[in-house]
Nanobody
Framework: DVQLVESGGDSVLAGGSLRLSCASS?????????????MGWFRQIPDKEREGVAG???????NYADSVKGRFTISQDSAKNILYLQMHSLKPEDTAIYYC???????WGPGGPTLIPSLFLYWGRGTQVTVS
C-alpha cells in the first residue's frame, strides 16, 4: 500500500514558485503519534543519486540542503497529516522528481533532521517538477 502521496509538481518558468504536498495515510499517522518521526523531501534526476532537499522532525526542527536554503520551506500540518514544500525562486537545476519520505523514530544529522535517503523507510512515488 502507498502510505505517502505527493502532489503539486508542475512545469514553471525560472524564478517561479510551486508548493508540493505529501499526504500521509492513517497508518502513517498512527506511527507518527506513537513515536518521534522525521519527514523529508528528496529529489532525483536520471543517472543521479537521490539527494535530500529538506527535512522536518516531529518537534518542528528543520534542515535544508545548502542549494535550497532561503528558497525552499518545509512545513507540516499535523491535523491534516500533510507535509509541504514551498519552493520560491526556482532554477532550472531544481528540475527533478521530488519524493516525500518518512521515518520513525526520528533520525538526526548535521544541522538537524537527517537528509540521508537510505535512512528513510517510507516513500511516496514522486511528483515531477520542471523549471525552464
Amino acid at each position: 500500500d502507498v502510505q505517502l502521496v505527493e502532489s503539486g509538481g508542475d512545469s514553471v518558468l525560472a524564478g517561479g514558485s510551486l508548493r508540493l504536498s505529501c499526504a500521509s495515510s492513517e497508518y502513517m499517522a498512527s506511527i507518527f503519534r506513537a513515536s518521534s518521526f522525521c519527514m523529508g523531501w528528496f529529489r532525483q534526476i536520471p543517472d543521479k543519486e537521490r539527494e535530500g532537499v529538506a527535512g522536518i522532525e516531529s518537534d518542528g526542527s528543520t534542515n535544508y540542503a545548502d542549494s535550497v536554503k532561503g528558497r525552499f520551506t518545509i512545513s507540516q500540518d499535523s491535523a491534516k497529516n500533510i507535509l509541504y514544500l514551498q519552493m520560491h525562486s526556482l532554477k532550472p537545476e531544481d528540475t527533478a522528481i521530488y519524493y516525500c519520505a518518512a521515518e520513525s523514530p526520528a533520525k538526526w544529522g548535521p544541522g538537524g533532521p537527517t537528509l540521508i535517503p537510505s535512512l528513510f523507510l517510507y516513500w511516496g512515488r514522486g511528483t515531477q517538477v520542471t523549471v525552464s
